[in-house]
């Protein structure tokens, strides 16, 4: 899987799928879908939602199951640190960032953002 920061792509080269009804996931908490062969995590901060890929460049471990520091979160394995908003890498071990993509509300759902196939 190529890393990218989707949010910041081209709207012609983002697909929005439909993945849940905003109600799934209340503020503070997160959604885990699998979207293709891409798992991924949503998160809601304060109200606005944020999604990145769920594994960790690191180590391939689960990122999603790690806590939530602010706009990071800590991979459970090692500690590593990914900004939410970007998938930037901010924290060692890890050094290669992870994806990040576009959440967006349509009629009370969230639809996430994945580059269209080309």
Known sequence: MKMFNYVT???ENIEFVEIAPVSEIPEGQRLFVEVGDRPVVVFNIAGKYFAIGD???HDDGPL???TLEGDRVVCPRHGGEFDVRTGKAVQMPA???????PVRIEG????LGIPRDR
């Not at 009370?108 to 639809?111: D, I, Q, S």
Request: glycine share 16%.
């Open 108 to 111: 009370g759902y969230l639809h």
């Open 95 to 101: 050094v290669v960032d992870i994806p990040a993509y």
């Open 64 to 66: 999603g199951d790690g």
């Open 9 to 11: 792509a081209p709207q």
């Open 55 to 57: 594994i960790c460049t």
